[in-house]
């Protein structure tokens, strides 16, 4: 018998079993379809080295990539508030103003896609967008080459790591490096994937069996990462704090402009993964985020229009925004809403990922 036949079989007995007796057990052939996390994918063109590591802890914490200096990667991915800032848009640049929220660092080393829009498909990529961003820490990346080769001891530590001087391709990799070190802790779910049936409380077991049955959460958060890597058009309201602030208007316009939308004086409202792929299926599309650690990465959605976990499952139970397409009404009780909330809570997040802070030059 072939695995996918024997993962059907298993799924039939396990649904008869519910039928026969009114459960809703955790079966073997869905929990397959989640998965504790394996090791961390490492590029061959950027391989780990702790000198490296360090090298790029050093610059995620400088705040000379920042146009002005007062800002950093950590400003908006802070490790105590779980590599993300807390706020519905992240912070910017003095004068402007963000359009989407912080999505947490946790993890990122498992992304097929970096952003919310998937513009980036690497960590090496993506490291690079915040500075050059206008509106985020609007750094010129010449002028930061020649900044950080004149620190003698970046001088020194980029001859170490990488044989050679300072360039914006090098200080991605660095920071890229320390990144791909930022990796969930084990948690109450890899825990009982594992066979540990104590690792979750009954009410969330209950929780885990909404999450993959009538909540339907795993079509889109399944895998090790608790997320598909594609992007979704839910229609997710858009943030009312956000709608009549010219700054953000401005930004929209920006980026509609920067992607050669020809529309771009006319936006409105976040094009999403359109803008990268001119795709009509992918207006206000977005990634798929990931759901480890998800208690503590509040407030949710691209623009952070839900601040707590009880506002997306309402947002979700009632099929998404209006006219959503991807969704549908589930119709959960309020104990299966209760009993998904606790699983979202307790399961999904590890002990937190402490980080030394590095002693910049």
């Known amino acids: 018998m072939t695995m996918s036949s024997w993962s059907k079989t298993v799924a039939v007995l396990c649904s008869t079993l519910a039928v ?35 090298l790029g802890k050093k610059l995620f914490f400088d705040r000379r990539l920042s146009g002005d200096g007062t800002m950093n990667c950590a400003t908006c991915h802070n490790p105590e508030l779980a590599f993300t800032d807390g706020l519905d848009i992240s912070l910017s640049y003095p004068t402007t103003k963000n359009w989407r929220n912080s999505p947490t660092l946790i993890d990122a080393a498992f992304r097929k896609y970096l952003f919310y829009d998937g513009r980036a498909k690497t960590l090496e990529e993506q490291a690079l967008f915040p500075m050059m961003s206008a509106f985020e820490m609007n750094k010129n990346l010449d002028y930061l080459e020649e900044q950080v080769q004149l620190v003698p001891e970046y001088r020194a530590e980029f001859r170490k790591v990488f044989g050679g001087e300072v360039t914006r391709e090098r200080i991605a990799m660095a920071i890229a490096a320390f990144e791909r070190t930022l990796i969930s802790k084990v948690t109450p779910l890899d825990r009982f994937l594992k066979g540990d049936e104590s690792a979750l409380s009954e ?42 602030d010219p700054r953000v208007t401005t930004t929209m316009r920006f980026v509609a402009k920067v992607y050669h939308y020809d529309g771009y004086r006319n936006v409105r409202e976040d094009p999403g993964r359109y803008l990268i792929t001119k795709d009509a299926k992918d207006w206000k599309a977005f990634r798929t985020p990931s759901l480890r650690y998800v208690s503590k990465t509040a407030p949710y959605m691209h623009n952070g229009v839900f ?6 499952i309402e947002f979700f139970d009632r099929g998404g925004g209006p006219g959503s397409k991807v969704l549908k009404p589930l119709g959960l009780t309020p104990e299966e809403k209760r009993s998904l909330k606790v699983f979202l809570n307790e399961a999904l997040t590890g002990e937190d990922i402490v980080v030394k802070m590095p002693e910049v030059p």
Do not use: M, W
Request: hydrophobic share 40%.
């Open 20 to 54: 026969l007796f009114g459960l809703a057990p955790v079966c073997p052939s869905h929990a397959a379809e989640l998965a504790p996390l394996q090791a961390v994918p490492i590029p061959a063109n950027n391989p780990q080295t702790p000198a490296k590591i360090e």
């Open 307 to 312: 601040g707590t976990l009880d506002e997306v």
């Open 203 to 244: 009410d969330a077991k209950k929780g885990l069996v909404v999450f993959k049955g009538k909540g339907k959460c795993i079509e889109c958060h399944d895998g090790a990462d608790l997320a598909d890597d594609r992007f979704y058009a839910l229609n997710v309201p858009e943030n009312p704090k956000l709608l009549d």
